[in-house]
């Protein structure tokens, strides 16, 4: 994820001898042990409750959100067909030509 950007880059460097990343580690430690020390043990699963929640939910729209993407699907689909293509109608692209109605009749 530090390589990707999604968090910084430091924390993505690796202890060569243990092959984790300690900093990170650390961090994450520190910051749990103070949280731990500062709020209430009944905010704390609370929180901890809201953030399951929350990521559950990331999860499921994310699976909606590509779900409901025809061209990506599509592409996967005629990929495949285009690879095992042959004078006949192979079942890929029956299969990409039915879900290309399908989503046709969802977007009128």
Known sequence: MAQDGLVFRFLG???RWTDT??????ICGILVALYALLLDLNALVQ???IGTLMAYTLVAVSVLVLHYQPDQVCLVLKSF????ASAAQSP????SSAIAKMTAR???
């Open 92 to 95: 890929l692209e029956q299969e």
């Open 21 to 26: 990343p300690l900093l990170a580690t650390w």
């Open 106 to 108: 969802r977007a009128i």
């Open 47 to 49: 929180m901890m409750s």
């Open 13 to 15: 460097s690796v202890n």
């Open 81 to 84: 067909s285009d690879k095992y």
